[in-house]
């Protein structure tokens, strides 16, 4: 969680994605993440409608998004903005160059489920 995001009520939001399984790619998408390389209007339009922390991990061509949403969080507002900024359009269509939705409907980031939490199992760890 972000410095901007401490004292504020989180929830987590978690997408996946993949990109083209070729080394050019894998290489090109690592560089266009490096600090400095994501557009800082890109950044701030994130922060504006309510992405407090956003961490991208990758495994091979599997990508991973961790986003820790403020209660203000405004998906279809970011995803507006970008057809008024064309840093950020541009930034869209760039990384969609290299990027595949992971199932045969086509969405985009498609929100995971959770299945899974350790500390749902406290009962069971304490009988053990």
């Known amino acids: 969680m972000s410095d901007a995001s401490a004292g504020m009520a989180t929830r987590r939001i978690v997408r996946i994605m993949d990109l083209a399984d070729d080394p050019a790619t894998l290489a090109a998408y690592d560089q266009a993440h490096a600090p400095g390389n994501t557009p800082p209007e890109v950044i701030a339009a994130q922060l504006r409608h309510g992405i407090a922390e956003l961490q991208i991990y990758r495994a091979g061509?599997?990508?991973?998004?961790?986003?820790?949403?403020?209660?203000d969080f405004d998906p279809e507002?970011?995803?507006?903005?970008?057809?008024?900024?064309?840093?950020?359009?541009?930034?869209?269509?760039?990384?969609g160059a290299l990027q595949r939705p992971p199932f045969a409907d086509g969405e985009a980031w498609p929100e995971a489920v959770r299945v899974f939490r350790q500390s749902d199992h406290s009962k069971e760890t304490e009988q053990a």
């Open 61 to 71: 061509c599997r990508l991973v998004m961790l986003m820790d949403v403020t209660p």
């Open 77 to 95: 507002a970011l995803d507006a903005e970008r057809h008024v900024q064309a840093a950020i359009d541009q930034w869209h269509v760039r990384m």
